[in-house]
C-alpha cells in the first residue's frame, strides 16, 4: 500500500505556484496517495486570488497552474470529513474547523498531514500513527469519536 498523506493549502499552494517552499514539500507528495476535504479547492481558489492580485501580469499563468494543481488527474481524492467530529475536534484542539478537517482526515485516514501551519502540525502530533502509518481503520463506514 503506498503511503497516505493529506495535504492542506500551505503545502499545495508552494508547489502549485512554485513558491520557496516547494522543493521542500515535493518530495513528500512524490508517490504517495493524496488526500484532503474539499476545503482544499476554495482555499486553493484563495491563495491564487493573492497572487493574482500581487502579480497580475501572471494571472493567467497562476489560474493554469490552480487547474493543474486541482485537475483529478493530478490524484488528490477528495474525502469530506464528519462535521459533528470536525466540530468536537476544533474544540478540543482549539482549530478553526477549517483545521480540524485537515486534522480529522489524517487521523481518519492514518495517513501523515503536510502542512506549513506550524499550529495545525502541532496539533497532529498526538494523533500521529505507529512506524507504518497505521493505527485506524481505513473504511469509511465505521464512525470515529472524538
Given amino acids: 500500500m503506498r503511503r497516505r498523506v493529506v495535504v492542506d493549502a500551505s503545502v499545495l499552494a508552494a508547489v502549485a505556484f512554485a513558491e520557496a517552499s516547494a522543493e521542500e514539500w515535493r518530495p513528500k507528495l512524490e508517490g504517495a496517495e493524496i488526500y484532503a476535504p474539499s476545503l482544499l479547492r476554495y482555499e486553493m ?43 468536537l475536534l476544533s474544540t478540543v484542539t482549539r482549530l478553526s474547523p477549517y483545521d480540524a478537517s485537515y486534522l ?9 498531514l503536510l502542512t506549513a501551519d506550524q499550529r495545525l502540525a502541532k496539533s497532529s502530533r498526538p494523533f500521529a500513527g505507529d512506524e507504518n502509518g497505521q493505527y485506524l481503520d481505513d473504511g469509511f463506514d465505521d464512525e470515529v469519536v472524538v
Wanted: glycine share 6%; with cysteine.
Fill in 45 to 87: 481558489a484563495n491563495v491564487a486570488r493573492k497572487h493574482c492580485r500581487e502579480r497580475p501580469e501572471k494571472a493567467r499563468d497562476i489560474l493554469a497552474a490552480l487547474d493543474r494543481a486541482l485537475d483529478p488527474r493530478f490524484g488528490i481524492k477528495f474525502r469530506e470529513p464528519n462535521q459533528t467530529d470536525v466540530v
Fill in 104 to 112: 480529522y482526515l489524517a487521523g481518519f485516514l492514518g495517513a501523515d
